[in-house]
């Protein structure tokens, strides 16, 4: 075994040591199966002190795809009672139906799977790392990771291995490219150089907590805004991941990787690109292009035209609730799958059609530690959304921060740090600013500010806990990816691994909306900071 070495780290600073023992003491905690059961038992017991207690709260809250505001009023609801153990018994099945995330990675590693296993992946790294500036690598990655964000969940799936594997062909340590990688994908999922899916829906339950029409925002509001802060997102995490988070990191030896190739939960890990390209893989590399050419030109075949399958129906609309995004997985699943056919056709690696079946199925095969995983992470999400606990504290600290009549600057940050607090529990853009956009929107329509604002507020506050919360549905796919380089990894190697890209967009991207606001710029087009 080759070894790839890196320069060792001379003394570890105060930081580096709270972070090591963070690692130390989230590794020493159970399997995440284990703790997801423990919180499990924990929301049930915790659900019927707060019934018993009485405890309830009566907001307005936004309805999306609806005109109106509702008044709501949400009660504790026991999981120890009579309706609670109903609930425990018959929802099983569907709540593992309804958690999205399993659909997701199992439909979309399919394809990616293909094209790892037939060698896709590889070469095309092998490509990409000798046209790629070595300096410029980081930066790049996170840029795309901020940027996936338009195809949903993409990044995850793919770009954050991807990157690992690009990071250790460069012989640099594996784990800083999936950490850099992922606080693009995570860390800034709120914003993006384009109009994104999320922003019609944050707007639209903007404008229904907007009680005079001529104050509603537009879908671009944040548009300047979500462009600067890309920048900043990608810069902040570039020079983190290359000062402080890799050489944190250490010496990368291979041997140090996964377990053995056959381990059915990890799966191999993927092999270093380095050196150049055979004569196969570049035939395989021109085979998958053309076929990357001819899905391409389907899909806009399907998209471009008048009245297209994969335009919204009822508006024609490329991007409101259009077929083509809500089709994101399938294409990823396309893409790969025929890019991989075409490359292993190319580059001689599929001869038959086991070829193309057996890797098809080991990729299932090694999702299916995760799989149970998730399994038990969708009934404690659906036990704790029975429970009403999550919304009951939202409101709470909502109406805390409204009754403390604070100055707008003071404002923002409350709003930013009751979302990154939140973001802990309840994952998910829509459902938090559902909530709190009936509070804070008169809040800030009162102190004579748009809108805007607050919506660009809550973005700041909703993106970089993602990264350091176990209970991101993503998380559990990052600490799989991260066992194919480190045989002892955990969720408190990743929690630490990442806290330092939290606080720091936490702080920096907070500074930069704080003197946006102070300065007046205009946060999108005619989004002008003050109401006239």
Known sequence: MSEVVQEPVAQRGALQKVLDAVERAGNKVPHPVIIFLALIALIMVLSAVFQAAGSSVTFEQAQLGSDEVQTVTVSAQSLLDADGIRFVFTSAVANFNGFGVVGVIVVAMIGVGLAEEVGLIGAFIKRLVKVTPPRFVTFSIVLLGVISSIATDAGYLVLIPLAAAVFASLGRHPLAGLAAAFAG?????GVNLLITPVDGMLTEITNEAIADPAQHVSITGNLFFGIVSTFLV?????????????PRLGTYRREDEAPAADDPEVGPAPAAASGELSADERNGLRWAFWGFVGVLVLVLALSLPPGAPLRNPETGSLVEDSPLLNSIIFLILLFFFVMGLCYGKGAGTVRNSMDV??????????????????????QFIAYFNYSNLGTIAAVGMADSLEAANLSTVWLILGLIAMTAVIDIFIGGVVPKWAIFAPVFVPLFIQLGVSPDLAMAAYRVGDSPINVATPLMPYFALIVIFAERYRRKVGVGSVISLMLPYTVALLVTWSALLVVWYLVGIPLGPGASIYLE
Do not use: C, H, W
Not at 185 to 189: D, H, K, T, Y
Not at 234 to 246: I, S, W
């Open 185 to 189: 994908v995570g860390g800034g999922f």
């Open 234 to 246: 990608a810069v902040v995490a570039t020079v983190l991941t290359e000062k402080f988070v890799e």
């Open 357 to 378: 079946i057996n890797p098809m199925t080991k990729t299932i095969a090694n999702l299916s530690g995760l799989i149970f995983l998730l399994l038990v992470i969708s």
